[in-house]
């Protein structure tokens, strides 16, 4: 497994291109299923998440071209020539289950491996399969698969989330897009990538009022053609990078950053002190010398402060100037980058949910372990300011999110290299 090691101290300067959103590709490539013409989807990123999500496809007969090329994907399922999503892949990467919506409505029944808990947490998808329900769906779990049928078709209904939940959001909007009659989603999802997903349904011929709002409303069409869709640039990734300079002093402009994407997260970088202008089509963060304040934060479903910045704004706040409480509301356990900042000699009190960051003048570089994708790149944020260096192991989490993480931070002055595992 491949390690990270980063060595800390300079000042960032420079600029960083941001790809197209992970989260948005990874539920408009199974949209692909609801068509038989090809669905291009333009500026997707080259990550392992989406490598796989290629794989699940061109398992159940989707031909899939130009991954690598200039980030085009070129996806077609003139025919599903099998509707079982096998536990093997559905296992690496739970955004699996969203290839089970759009094959139910094309072709009246799917088999999808239930895709089980992960490090962050148990990550249930009942909410997927009673929305499912609500539009007429008959489904039988067995053997840790759910086996779903309608055999005269989804017919259109009204469903209210319990809870926000964005994949379920997602699985029930593309199914509901071929039900027949009009479906009403109440308290739905309203990150951006929900909004981009309804941009390229639209694109391909559905009638979606509503995306980005709490209520959806879809009207039914008989069948959907194909598109070209640029996926929207990554807000968690631009989130991300913004924090760079905030860590070690400089300056860095995101290319492609969008503020209108990150606005309750830049609130409170501009709480912290730190500088966040807008520019044409790129935003610029800078830091002055001296400490970061400190932010208290709490996680929420869009508009609020997203789930995946909790752990980088953390690793932030470990050198604030004060008392910071981070309380994280969406999943029950996404604070394992605690335990390998406080390696780093963070001073880090984690209640339950809440986590009290009491801030430390500085960071010792230590041998870290990644433990899921936002809190690995976390720990590398933390390593560009620490004293001397942080070797950050398992990094194949990283390449699930983050397009040649080093790279990029090495084009703005970091000193972070990549070292190739033996196993
Ligand atoms: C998406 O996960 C993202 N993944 C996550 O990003 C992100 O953290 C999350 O949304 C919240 O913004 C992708 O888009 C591929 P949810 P998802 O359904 O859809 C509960 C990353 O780092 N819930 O909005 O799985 C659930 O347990 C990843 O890129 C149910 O109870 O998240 C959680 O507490 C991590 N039943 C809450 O809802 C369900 O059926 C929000 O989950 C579904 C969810």
Do not use: W
């Not at 892949?89 to 919506?101: E, T």
């Not at 049928?149 to 997602?170: I, Q």
């Not at 009659?181 to 109440?186: A, E, F, P, S």
């Not at 809440?354 to 430390?360: L, S």
């Amino acid at each position: 497994m491949d390690s990270i090691i980063v060595k800390g101290g300079q000042e960032l300067h420079g600029s960083i291109p941001i790809a197209g959103a992970k989260n948005a590709c990874l539920t408009l490539m199974p949209a692909t299923l609801l068509t038989d013409e090809p669905l291009t989807l333009t500026n997707a990123p080259r990550l392992s998440d989406i490598a796989t999500m290629s794989t699940l496809l061109e398992s159940l007969g989707v031909e899939v071209s130009g991954l690598q090329d200039g980030q085009v994907q070129v996806l077609s399922s003139r025919q599903i020539t099998n509707h079982t999503a096998d536990y093997d892949i559905v296992r690496k990467m739970r955004a699996s289950i969203l290839v089970l919506g759009p094959m139910l409505a094309r072709d009246g029944h799917a088999v999808v491996s239930l895709p089980g808990g992960c490090a962050i947490g148990a990550r249930p998808v009942d909410l997927h399969l009673k929305g499912l329900e609500a539009l007429g769906a008959e489904l039988d779990l067995r053997d840790g698969y759910v086996h779903a049928k309608a055999a005269k078709g989804l017919k259109g209904g009204t469903f209210e989330f319990p809870v926000v939940s964005v994949g379920a959001t997602e699985n029930i909007l593309m199914a509901a897009t071929l039900a027949k009659g009009t479906t009403v989603l109440k308290n739905a999802a309203r990150e951006p990538e929900i909004v981009d997903l309804a941009d390229c349904l639209t694109r391909m011929g559905a009638q979606i009022d509503g995306a980005g709002t709490s209520t959806i409303t879809i009207q039914g069409v008989d069948s959907l053609h194909g598109a070209t869709h640029p996926v929207i640039i990554d807000r968690i990734e631009l989130g991300t990078y913004m924090l760079a300079p905030a860590f070690t002093g400089g300056s860095v402009e995101l290319l492609g950053g969008r503020l209108d994407l990150v606005e309750a997260f830049a609130a409170k970088l501009d709480e912290a002190g730190i500088s966040v202008e807008a520019g044409e089509n790129s935003i610029t963060v800078s830091r002055k010398n001296g400490r970061v304040n400190a932010v208290d934060v709490v996680t929420a479903p869009h508009p609020g402060f997203p789930t995946d910045l909790q752990a980088q704004f953390m690793a932030l706040m470990c050198t604030a100037n004060g008392v910071s409480v981070l309380e994280e509301r969406i999943f029950e356990n996404r604070f394992m980058h605690a335990p390998e900042l406080m390696r780093m000699g963070a001073n880090i009190d984690v209640q339950g949910g809440t986590a009290t960051v009491t801030g430390v003048d500085k960071l010792k570089g230590a041998p870290v372990m990644a433990t899921d994708l936002r809190a690995s790149v976390s720990l590398i944020l933390a390593g560009l300011a620490a004293e001397g260096e942080t070797v950050v192991n398992r990094v194949y989490h990283l390449d699930r999110g983050y397009e040649r993480v080093e790279e990029k931070l090495s084009a703005c002055g970091a000193q972070i290299e990549r070292v190739k595992g033996n196993v």
